[in-house]
Nanobody
């Protein structure tokens, strides 16, 4: 079993930056795909970014491409999401997720693809 705990959320002005962290425990996640999803009130969960086991392959939603960067530190069992130039539309609860496979498949943007979810961290961007 894998437990995921997100941190780093908060309130920031439009144009600002935040860095989210996700600490995994229970077992090593160095061989697993990790990703971030977000959910705004009244909306479905939305794929944000994913990263393969080594960190060598990443993928982003079009809405965050060029502004967000996903990364991981397998030695620390942790993944990160650096968010720059934040916009009010980025306001949501952000979730860290893990898939028990090393490589990104065609299903990686689907929430149902992932085996483990964190509790989420709130990000609020004011205009």
């Amino acid at each position: 079993q894998v437990q995921l705990v997100e941190s780093g959320g908060g309130l920031v002005q439009s144009g600002g930056s935040l860095k989210l962290s996700c600490a995994a425990s229970g077992r090593t996640i160095s061989n697993y795909v990790m990703a971030w999803f977000r959910q705004a009130p009244g909306k479905e969960r939305q794929f944000v970014a994913a990263i393969n086991w080594s960190g060598g392959v990443t993928s982003y939603a079009d809405s965050v491409k060029g502004r967000f960067t996903i990364s991981r530190d397998n030695a620390k069992n942790t993944e990160y999401l650096q968010m720059n130039n934040l916009k009010p539309d980025d306001t949501a609860t952000y979730y860290c997720v893990v898939r028990r496979e090393p490589f990104l498949s065609v299903n990686y943007p689907r929430p149902t693809y992932y085996n483990y979810w964190g509790q989420g961290t709130q990000v609020t961007v004011s205009s």
